[in-house]
């Protein structure tokens, strides 16, 4: 690729973190401050788009801020695995925000300044994730979106709150620290430099099988954002949170910054030839097989809405990793595809979760007998979020779902088939009840009157990204063009 130097890379990053100032400046002026927050995310969103055609024309861009050691700058490259995430996370944020502004208005939830510049920073530490040209600027970015979501879990402020939050950022930097960190000083120990190449870095090393295989290890595990089993458990805690920080944390940015962590690493670190050479893609596979299914048989025991909606997301993120480690040419299309598919289709479905909140003060999926029919358009959102994330057409995670099962036919690895095939019988078991609850169960006889649906500032976002769902089953291009551009030579 043809990279011209440009300062638009570092655009995209800083005006959302720069338009943190004005957020909380607004403070006795709430109209004022929300109004910061959706100029702020619609113009991060043009500056990203404003880079695609040049992506998907083979160029690029980059930008240098400084060389902290010899080799390693902190650089923001503008790739098409870059933009593949980047134009995912800022076009939802667009309508996170949207729905963050009904949602927390209409609860009159506390700390609203805080949160608005919370989400800003976090954003802008997710695009530096996606255009960062070297594992040490993508690690320095993955640590901000850490601690700049750390208020967002907390957001309540009681000892659950509290309790969760600590669980979260122990569980997130103990890893990222412990784990991924000392794995990065290895590779620049080994190779001399942390640059995302085409092919990886790691094959003319001359590294051990087994010290490479231990590097595999720390790298997944390192990233836990991933969710891999069995560094997890932060993320149905982070539930206690408000549903728009959950639908950011599983949608939008940072449950798919571990996800593009791990990608990127195993592509452009270790090289999907190396991988093979190794053997080393079979074993990942069949380990997060394991988080796939453990994770879809919990989600079925959930009566908690939201905690079903992050035990299918663990399950999920594993689909994006097992896809790369097939190490098929339609696998790691598929993986990669399924980090944008799974975006729109489980933010809907957070999207939705919420409005049933505000509606209805429900969260227990025992208690929504009947409720479709006093919230029609919500559970029909509700539904198309969740025919996508199951894998049935014609919505876009059918696209995903069709890529990794020919890649794991390519791959001959007939056992992961059965697992896909199975996973998605159980994401159709957690799912379909609730729908069908909804709509064909007989209310209560102590149903409250009055019912309607979430104001339209919830209502108008979550059917937007229904609509994107399956709008994407129909036109798939653009990102798949991208996936394929990042991950094949």
């Known amino acids: 690729m043809d990279f ?3 300062i638009w890379p570092l655009a995209a990053v800083l005006i959302s973190l720069l338009g943190a100032l004005p957020i909380m400046l607004s403070s ?3 109209n004022l401050r929300e109004g910061w927050t959706l100029i702020i995310a619609v113009g991060k969103f043009l500056i990203v788009a404003s880079m695609l055609p040049s992506v998907l024309a083979g160029g690029g861009f980059v930008f240098t801020l400084a060389e902290v050691f010899p080799g390693v700058p902190i650089q923001l490259r503008v790739d098409p695995m870059g933009m593949f995430f980047a134009l995912i996370a800022s076009f939802l944020w667009i309508f996170t925000s949207l729905y963050s502004i009904g949602y927390m208005r209409a609860l009159d939830e506390h700390g609203q300044t ?19 040209a070297n594992l040490f600027t993508l690690y320095l970015f993955y640590e901000v979106l850490s601690l700049s979501t750390y208020p967002l879990v907390a957001h309540e402020q009681n000892a659950e709150a ?3 939050g600590r669980r979260y950022l122990s569980l997130i930097l103990g890893t990222s620290i412990g784990l991924a960190l000392p794995a990065m000083l290895v590779v620049y120990s080994l190779a001399g430099t942390l640059d995302f190449t085409t092919g990886g870095i790691l094959a003319a090393t001359g590294a051990s099988p087994s010290t490479l295989a231990l590097l595999l290890a720390l790298f997944v595990f390192g990233f836990a954002k991933a969710g891999i089993m069995p560094f997890h458990a932060w993320l149905p805690a982070a539930m206690v949170a408000p549903t728009p920080v959950s639908s950011f944390l599983h949608g939008v940015a940072v449950v798919k910054a571990g996800v593009f962590s791990i990608v990127r690493v195993l592509v452009d670190i270790f090289g999907i030839d190396l991988l093979s050479s190794l053997n080393l893609g079979a074993p990942l596979a069949y ?6 299914l453990a994770a879809s048989l919990v989600a079925l025991t959930q009566d908690n809405l939201k905690r079903r909606l992050a035990y299918s997301t663990v399950g999920q993120l594993s689909y994006m990793v097992l896809g790369v480690a097939l190490l098929s040419a339609s696998g790691v299309t598929g993986g990669v595809l399924h980090i944008a598919m799974h975006a729109f289709g489980k933010i809907t479905l957070f999207f939705c ?8 003060h429900k969260k227990y999926i025992s208690q929504m007998d009947g409720l479709g029919r006093s919230m029609p358009i919500t559970f029909g959102a509700f539904f198309l979020g969740a025919m996508s994330i199951i894998g049935l057409p014609p919505l876009g995670g059918f696209i995903s779902k069709w890529y990794l099962v020919i890649g794991a036919v390519q791959a001959n690895q007939l056992p992961i088939l059965l697992v896909l095939l199975t996973s998605s019988l159980l994401n159709a ?4 009840p609730i729908v069908y609850r909804a709509f064909f169960a007989p209310p209560p006889a102590d149903a ?3 019912i309607q649906e979430a104001p339209l500032f919830c209502l108008v976002p979550l059917v937007v990204t229904a609509l994107c769902s399956l709008i994407l089953f129909f036109y798939p291009t653009i990102f798949l063009r991208l996936a394929q551009a990042a991950v094949l030579p």
């Open 162 to 164: 509290r309790t969760s």
């Open 28 to 30: 006795r002026n709430p």
């Open 429 to 432: 078991a957690y799912f379909l």
């Open 353 to 360: 979760a919420g409005a049933i909140y505000v509606a209805s």
């Open 287 to 292: 380990f997060v097989c394991i988080t796939i």
């Open 114 to 132: 805080r949160y608005f510049a919370s989400f800003a920073v976090a954003i802008s530490a997710t695009i530096g994730i996606a255009f960062a």
């Open 4 to 6: 011209h130097p440009s």
């Open 448 to 450: 409250p009157a009055g």
